[in-house]
């Protein structure tokens, strides 16, 4: 079943998840210069593209787990879906820059250097930077697929920082901060521990690991 | 600005309620029928002009009564507009005691004697760096303390909201860490302030529940948690009463907190604000001291540190 879902994901394209990604940030800009977004859509759409950019970091998180736990191979999306995090998170500054803080340097500046709830937001988008620039063919090559991997490590940082970034900016404690927090801090609790299995077993010796192999 | 000094003007004189309540009918057609009713039922609420006013265009009745903090019904601000009608209203009754001469039990309308109302157009300032303008329909507060007798000894007033976890699904959550009923307080001298009114309604008629119905507080020169809503006590004390969100996080909410664009929140600037209703592109305006009603209120101050009591 697994398999066969492996092997029809294999026959699609990537391209159309850079146009599906798109058509979100489109239509909140329309909603938002119609006036359609309630009574405060600066607000509204600020947080939409912050959101949405949080959701597809958490998604590339999903994407190695899937394939171990569950099977299902969709590595040849990540790279999409990386990308359009990106993206999103710098709609979501764009849109904070010109819309919400108007331009208004030294406010901008003041808030960069003393809120932390905005530094640790700005320091997510400038990990995510090296990653989106290196998300290409030539950069694996040009990097070497271990390096490449190493760099590509931001990406935890970088959306532990984001969901700290939503919690640390609501008032009071509601659930949706902190459920993406408990989502993003599951996932990389998962990877350390693997991280951890495999290191152990590649400081083990080759006859203990060939027993290993016996009793799983 | 050329002040209007021809016959008083209502909301009604710009659309005559039975136009718009026609053209709703009209465009929601019968599936909206219920609201239409309810609408048609509400009474309209009279209420004379006041000094107090200023002199700005209210934000639309919509924005006013679908962006709302009350966390009571939920985080997000629809949620009170969603949820809110639940809220059972009526009937309604307000304790009034602690160190007053003549505590009691009072109905929303002994508190707010319809004949007694005023209407007062005030700036409306949330900590969370927005604005509106909202016409309410009030009474001074001071006027209510005054008929409860406050004894010598009185110093501060709490506020207490109505605790009702099976109409308020707030109060239920796990989530949020606040400790429920929310309550409030003043210095008695900032209760007795003619500024600060017990509002009963907005826009010519009863308070919708998500803005506070039946009966709230509106302290116009303070962040807007301060002007609790839905009461059910009213207690006259000695002693600085606790208050919800001073208790959560003190630094970040004292208890006076009185808008001030020179003493941020420890988590955003308080310098500008966001006027709601203006629109994507509209400017942002500068925050004033006291929001606006530094004449009328500095003195309450004079000689404290504001940075100190924020």
């Known amino acids: 079943m697994i398999d066969r879902l492996n092997m029809a994901l294999r026959r699609l394209p990537s391209w159309p998840l850079y146009i599906l990604g798109a058509v979100p940030a489109i239509a909140w800009f329309r909603l938002a210069l119609l006036n359609r977004l309630g009574a405060d859509p600066v607000r509204a759409l600020e947080h939409e593209y912050g959101l949405i950019a949080l959701q597809l970091l958490i998604a590339a998180l999903c994407i190695t787990p899937l394939r171990e736990i569950v099977g299902l191979n969709l590595l040849r999306f990540r790279r999409a879906i ?13 849109v904070w820059l010109w819309l919400d803080r108007q331009f208004d340097w030294p406010r901008i500046a003041e808030d960069l250097l003393k809120r932390p709830y905005i530094i640790v937001g700005f320091a997510a988008l400038l990990l995510l930077l090296p990653l989106a620039l290196t998300s290409t063919d030539s950069a694996i090559r040009r990097l070497g697929g271990a390096r490449w991997r190493r760099l590509h490590r931001l990406a935890y940082p970088a959306t532990l920082l984001a969901g700290l970034h939503f919690i640390w900016l ?29 290191g152990a077993r590649r400081a083990m010796p080759q006859k203990f690991r060939a027993n290993e192999k016996k009793l799983s | 600005m050329q002040r209007w000094t021809g016959p008083k ?45 200023i002199d700005e265009a209210p934000t639309s009745k919509a924005d006013i009564t679908s962006y709302n903090n009350y966390y009571e019904f939920g985080f997000d601000k629809e949620d009170p507009e969603r949820y809110a009608g639940k809220l059972t209203t009526k ?29 007062r157009i005030y700036r409306l300032r949330c900590v969370e760096a927005w604005s509106m303008v909202i016409p309410w329909i009030g009474v001074p507060l001071a006027d209510v303390i005054a008929r409860a007798e406050p004894e010598p000894g009185a110093k501060y007033v709490a506020f207490e909201t109505v605790y009702r976890p099976d109409e308020m699904p707030g109060q239920r959550s796990v989530f949020g860490g606040i400790d429920w009923p929310y309550v409030e307080g003043l210095r008695l001298d900032e209760a007795m302030h003619p500024l600060t009114i017990l509002a009963t309604g907005l826009y010519g008629e009863p308070l919708p529940n998500q803005n506070g119905a039946p009966i709230r507080l509106v302290v116009p020169w303070k962040y807007g948690f301060k002007s609790i809503k839905s009461i059910v006590r009213i207690t006259l004390t000695e002693k600085q009463p606790p208050t919800t969100w001073n208790q959560l996080q003190p630094r970040e909410y004292g ?55 924020y």
């Open chain 1, 82 to 94: 990386g990308q359009l995090a990106f993206v999103y998170a710098l709609l979501h500054f764009i």
């Open chain 2, 91 to 119: 009937p309604w009754s307000v304790v009034i005691d602690g160190k007053v001469g003549r505590p009691g039990t009072y109905g929303v309308e002994d508190l707010a004697k319809p004949g007694a109302l005023e209407e």
């Open chain 2, 255 to 309: 208890f006076y907190a009185n808008v001030n664009p020179n003493v941020s929140h420890p988590r955003w600037s308080q310098a500008t604000e966001r006027v709601i209703g203006a629109g994507v592109f509209a400017p942002r305006r500068d925050t004033e001291l006291f929001n606006g009603y530094a004449d009328a209120v500095a003195g309450l101050y004079s000689g404290m540190d504001l940075r100190k009591y």
């Open chain 1, 170 to 198: 609501v008032k009071a404690w509601p659930a949706e901060p902190l459920l993406y927090g408990a989502g993003i801090v599951l996932l990389l609790a998962w990877r350390a521990v693997r991280s951890r299995r495999k």
């Open chain 2, 9 to 53: 003007l209502t909301y009604a004189d710009v659309t005559p309620k039975a136009a718009w309540l026609g053209r709703r009918a009209f465009i929601a057609g019968a599936a909206a029928l219920p609201l239409a009713t309810r609408s048609a039922a509400a009474a309209t609420l009279q209420g004379k002009t006041s000094k107090w006013s």
